[in-house]
């Protein structure tokens, strides 16, 4: 399985972003599929999660009401939204894929393949 993150850059404080990860692999049949991100010097932040079945989202309180999440119905690509962007959001996002449902899908360590990431820069 592999997953490419894309559509990072530059982007204006006050803006959007959307991000696409692709997806790739014989039989590719995640269970979760999540966004994250870390900044320089921080920890790696669980920013929301997609059941890849029946699409239910699950934001981290923090993103809430500022991010979307969705995936296309061919189940090869996920999206992430972001709106309403500030410096604070400069990161590097990376998508994750996690096979199975038997632990807190928010944490990184449970989740089996990564994309390379993206970075993103929010200029004020």
């Known amino acids: 399985v592999q997953l490419q993150a894309s559509g990072g850059g530059l982007v204006q404080a006050g803006g959007s972003l959307s991000l696409s990860c692709a997806a790739s692999?014989?039989?590719?049949?995640?269970?979760?599929m999540a966004w994250f991100r870390q900044a320089p010097g921080k920890e790696r932040e669980f920013l929301g999660a997609?059941?890849?079945?029946?699409?239910?989202?699950d934001y981290a309180d923090s993103m809430k009401g500022r991010l979307t999440i969705s995936r296309d119905n061919a189940k090869t690509r996920m999206y992430l939204q972001m709106n309403s962007l500030k410096s604070e959001d400069t990161a590097v996002y990376y998508c994750a894929a996690r096979m199975d449902s038997y632990a807190d899908w928010r944490a990184a360590r449970n989740y089996d393949y990564w994309g390379k990431g993206t970075q993103v820069t929010v200029s004020s």
């Open positions: 692999g014989r039989t590719f049949s995640p269970f979760y």
């Open positions: 997609l059941n890849w079945g029946d699409r239910v989202t």
